[in-house]
């Protein structure tokens, strides 16, 4: 298998022709996909879960939640979350807000199963970290809520969309 700085590489040192060709190999073997979204022309390493160029998922829709466990959190709590992650980065002030928050797995006993401290914010394509300490917050104690509601499994991150 090729690794995906040798694959950059070998689109990069090719003329128009070759790129098209190498991507097309890439695609058909599995090591890159193609974004969906029509108006987007981004090739996509096989590891990204969302299109680096505008964000959408593999099918081209648009992000969206991500609920683990075996069984979905009640409306109300996950309503909850989401108004209580929106106001927390609007009483930050921060800008631009982002499009989605993912609380990446960490596997704690006696507490939800999700970081508090190394959040993952979404903006479109792109993705950063986002450090802030949440403990100690409403964020936590629904996080908390909605781990006993689902049961989440082994490595299953949580991700919520925000309104704008």
Request: net charge negative; aromatic share 10%; glycine share 6%.
């Amino acid at each position: 298998m090729v690794p995906p700085s040798e694959l950059a590489l070998l689109i990069e040192h090719s003329d128009a022709a070759g790129r098209e060709a190498i991507r097309a190999a890439a695609v058909a073997a599995g090591l890159m996909w193609r974004c969906r979204n029509s108006t987007c022309p981004t090739y996509n390493q096989r590891t990204d879960e969302l299109c680096g160029g505008c964000g959408r998922d593999r099918d081209g829709r648009p992000l969206s939640d991500v609920q683990p466990g075996l069984y979905a959190a009640p409306d109300e709590l996950w309503e909850q979350l989401r108004n209580e992650v929106f106001n927390h980065f609007c009483q930050n002030e921060f800008a631009p807000l982002p499009d989605a928050v993912t609380f990446p797995w960490v596997s704690r006993q006696d507490t939800a199963p999700w970081s508090l401290t190394e959040l993952v914010i979404h903006y479109g394509g792109f993705k950063r970290e986002y450090l802030d300490d949440l403990s100690g917050t409403w964020i936590e104690e629904l996080l908390e809520e909605i781990a006993l509601a689902v049961e989440p499994g082994y490595l299953e991150h949580l991700r919520i969309t925000l309104p704008h």
